[in-house]
């Protein structure tokens, strides 16, 4: 195998800062409350966002465990609520009841008509029941303080064909799934190219309005295009899977570099990664390569940016300012070659790896990438899909 | 396990790896060859195309793996030629429903993908057929012309923001210029395309596929039924009717 070398330039991205990064929850799959309260501990989420649909009558009580559960350890709620369309605000006042009965207090929420769940075509017929305009304008009524959201919590594809009037929603949202139509790996590192149009497009929808990209992992939790996904034994790369085995390797740490990489410089206000438990778990039978990326990642949050450039298909970078003339970097290799990266400029003094050859010696941990070793190194080699924790010097302004 | 088989399991999540890559050049085009289909296509340092491959989707909007059943490659001065043929199984029975052969060849100035299907089953499917993808950079926001079944060229520009409904329909042939190119022609035959700005779906393309959207699906293929289609991207200045295969 060659391989690759770049060279990139540290940019300090000022004003903008790193968005905080959660995690997702799906109620209905989720009930291991031990497990979801170690996770949280592992992976300290900025926020988490719950997928609640209000037509499994378990939703109440899970709720109020994974709401205790952030409100003890102060990690915002946000509500991704799927409700029914014939009787949406029968459903809409169960869980009014559960929240107050609970005292849980989402920092937002997303409320979208199941039959939404599929996608139509921009130009109709859309489904008899209730519209998204219309459950907003419900929920509205019954939380007048509480930021309400214009979107879908499946994929952009839905939110560009069935978009909310800019004036009504305090944010717009949407998923991304890379596996919709080609599941081998080049097509699944290929996506991250994609994505500045994505955030361009929907900024453009409701430019005045925070920008949440909510839970996005390699998977489909739901096929808004046919009657089921596709089975997976959890070993097959396929398209419309939520077993993909991915998720569960290097590759998905990768990955995830390349997504924020591609996010923090967007205008894009919080995004939320992969979930505690299934279907995107970053545990299962234990954590996840990509499990001590989000966690290292998540400090971040509010932190003055760092970008690189040139931007390239094979490597991703991004990170943060930590003093005047020192950051913390976090580069991958988004190819399937081996690469070297020297960084114009600045030099490493700290470095943790997270590559083949570690994981094939120990299974990965939660705090993994905690303590980078001090270095001294201008050039850092990543075998594929690896994933770097860089200290670096930053060169003058 | 074996070692590559540990490595892509740490890797990948599975120890299954994907199918090989394999670069392939006339020049001054090449491309990478994988699973029966090509991407890649580029002239010189410039890409022309993101990939051409045969795509069998199921009922559910799925895509069916393609076994691949043999593979033939061959090339003299003037060309390079490469066939693959595959078959898509029912899972996990392995009953075969559906063969396929794929068949590209590349000269100078020209690449044509021939693509046969024959159902060996009544085969349920939401579009089987070509898809050629397009790459996003350079072409965005970009001037086209196109030519539908109806004959003269229509001039248009690719979306910029992304397009909720097909830019295009109805493509017999399409001319665009990526940036510093001085252009290509891609003629369909065999069905009714049309393009869809795959970007919606953080796919890195946009994406030309038979079978207009507008049509039902799923829709049934008998047993015995098939299908032929070819797209032949053609290099500007190369002269009319120098299609060579």
């Known amino acids: 195998m060659t391989t690759e070398h770049h060279t990139l330039a540290i940019r300090r991205a000022w004003p903008d800062r790193l968005p905080p990064i959660g995690c997702g929850l799906w109620l209905d799959r989720c009930s291991d409350e031990a497990g979801l309260g170690q996770r949280l501990d592992q992976l300290a989420p900025r926020h988490l966002d719950v997928l609640v649909d209000l037509r499994d009558p378990a939703f109440a009580d899970r709720l109020a465990v994974a709401g205790a559960l952030c409100v003890a350890r102060a990690v915002p709620l946000w509500l991704y609520v799927i409700c029914d369309d014939e009787e949406p605000d029968a459903q809409l006042e169960q869980l009014a009841r559960t929240l107050a009965v609970h005292r849980l207090l989402p920092a937002g929420m997303l409320v979208t008509p199941a039959a939404y769940l599929k996608s139509h075509q921009p130009e109709g017929p859309w489904p008899a029941g209730a519209s998204p305009a219309q459950v907003l304008a419900l929920a509205r009524l019954r939380w007048p303080a509480i930021p309400l959201g214009g979107g879908f919590p499946t994929y952009f594809t839905e939110l560009n064909r069935c978009r909310p009037e800019p004036g009504s929603i305090d944010f717009i949202t949407h998923a991304l799934s890379p596996i919709v139509h080609a599941a081998d790996d080049l097509s699944v590192m290929e996506t991250l190219e994609s994505l500045p149009a994505i955030f361009a497009s929907c900024r453009a929808l409701a430019p005045a309005v925070p920008y949440r990209l909510t839970t996005t992992a390699i998977g489909a939790w739901t096929n808004p295009y046919g009657a089921q996904l596709t089975a997976n034994d959890g070993t097959r790369r396929v398209t419309l899977s939520d077993r993909d085995p991915r998720q569960r390797g290097l590759f998905a740490a990768a990955w995830n570099v390349g997504l924020v990489a591609r996010t923090a410089c967007a205008g894009v206000a919080s995004l939320t990664l992969s979930s505690l438990g299934p279907p995107f778990d970053v545990a299962d039978d234990g954590p996840r390569p990509l499990l001590p990326v989000l966690r290292g990642l998540s400090r971040g949050a509010g932190q003055p940016l760092l970008t690189t450039a040139p931007v390239a298909a094979t490597v991703a970078g991004v990170g943060w300012q930590t003093g005047e003339h020192e950051g913390e970097l976090w580069l991958a290799n988004t190819g399937l070659q081996p690469i070297s990266v020297g960084l114009q400029g600045s030099a490493v003094t700290a470095l943790a790896m997270l590559d083949e050859q570690r994981l094939l010696a120990a299974p990965a941990t939660a705090a993994m990438l905690d303590q980078p070793a001090p270095c001294d190194t201008r050039t850092v080699t990543l075998s594929p899909c690896a994933v770097a924790r860089l200290t670096v010097t930053l060169p003058p302004e | ?245």
């Not at chain 2, 047993?223 to 120098?242: H, K, N």
């Open chain 2, 1 to 245: 396990m074996r070692a590559s088989e540990q490595r892509e399991r740490v890797r990948a999540g599975t120890p299954l790896p994907d199918p090989p890559v394999q670069h392939c050049e006339r020049l001054p085009l090449s491309f990478a060859w994988q699973a029966g289909g090509l991407r890649w296509l580029r002239d010189g340092g410039t890409e022309l195309v993101r990939g051409v491959a045969p795509v069998i989707r199921d009922g559910e909007w799925g895509t069916h793996a393609l076994r691949s059943s043999g593979r033939r490659q061959s090339h003299d001065r003037q060309r390079l030629a490469l066939m693959e043929t595959f078959r898509v199984v029912d899972e996990p029975a392995g009953r075969t429903l559906l063969t396929g052969r794929m068949a590209v060849t590349v000269t100078a100035r020209q690449v044509s993908v021939a693509l046969r299907l024959t159902a060996r089953a009544r085969f349920t499917t939401c579009r089987s057929g070509l898809v050629v993808l397009l790459p996003i950079a350079g072409m965005a926001g970009a001037p086209v012309e196109v030519r539908h079944a109806d004959g003269p060229w229509h001039e248009g520009h690719m979306p910029r923001l992304i397009s909720p409904a097909q830019p295009f329909f109805d493509i017999r042939s399409l001319r665009y210029a990526p940036p510093g190119h001085a252009g290509v022609q891609l003629d369909f035959e065999g069905d009714v395309f049309e393009m869809e700005d795959q970007r919606n779906w953080s796919d890195a393309s946009f994406k030309i596929y038979n079978r207009p959207l507008a049509w039902p699906t799923p829709y049934t293929l008998a047993p015995g039924t098939r299908l032929e289609q070819r797209v032949t991207l053609t290099l500007a200045g190369a002269e009319e009717g120098a299609h060579d295969h």
